[in-house]
Antibody, heavy 122, light 112 residues
């Protein structure tokens, strides 16, 4: 059974940093691109970032480019999101999600974690 | 970025009737080399993460009831929920993955 468990969300001041983690199990982690998607309270979904299975390819939304860094440790089956220079508008529930198929980075997301809450406020 | 716009923002449908949600992309998401539309539909219920319903615009994900169907090509797409059930109350999102992913704003489906 595929499981994605996101953690690391917290209350942080504007300008601060946070690192999110997503522990994966139930599939061959290194074969699949992985994603972060966020959702502000009562709002829609916003894609944040994608990383290829091997980790060499990374992609970012313009809203986080230069501030967030996606990475993965395939030996630990874990996905990360390093978030720097946080802003109030980054406040959201952050989901990690798995690509449905291996290979390409731009594919649908078939499994999602429950999310971890990031609140940026003074 | 490709802008994805859904309509309507919300709709109320009687049990057993059909719900139709539209999704329009600002440019074609049909990839000519494989003739596939890079468009997917998700269902999100309160307090839950999204669930994949339809991908490649019309392929139903395993385990999804056949009352859910997707259609369309290029820039215009439709999600149809036939014979609406109480458990279908949710927000539905379309998403393009032709380029860096973008989601529609969501359509809330309620029971009339």
């Amino acid at each position: 059974e595929v499981q994605l468990l996101a953690s690391g969300g917290n209350l942080v001041q504007p300008g601060g940093s946070l690192r999110l983690s997503c522990a994966a199990s139930g599939f061959t982690f290194s074969s699949y691109a992985m994603n972060w998607v966020r959702q502000a309270a009562g709002k829609g979904l916003e894609w944040v970032s994608t990383i290829s299975g091997g980790g060499s390819g990374t992609y970012y939304a313009d809203s986080v480019k230069g501030r967030f860094t996606i990475s993965r440790d395939n030996s630990k089956n874990t996905l990360y999101l390093q978030m720097n220079s946080l802003r109030a508008e980054d406040t959201a529930l952050y989901f990690c999600a798995k690509n449905r198929d291996s290979g390409r980075w731009n594919l649908p997301f078939d499994y999602w974690g429950q999310g971890t809450l990031v609140t940026v406020s003074s | 970025d490709i802008v994805v716009t859904q309509s309507p923002d919300s709709l109320a449908v009687s049990l057993g009737e059909t719900a139709t949600i539209n999704c329009k992309s600002s440019q074609s998401v049909l990839y000519s080399s494989n003739n596939k539309n890079y468009l997917t539909w998700y269902q999100q219920k309160p307090g839950q993460p999204p669930k994949l319903l339809i991908y490649w615009a019309s392929t139903r994900e395993s385990g999804v009831p056949d009352r859910f169907s997707g259609s369309g090509s290029g820039t215009d797409f439709t999600l149809t929920i036939s014979s609406l059930q109480a458990e279908d109350v949710a927000v539905y999102y379309c998403q393009q993955y032709y380029t860096t992913p973008t989601f529609g704003q969501g359509t809330k489906v309620e029971i009339k």
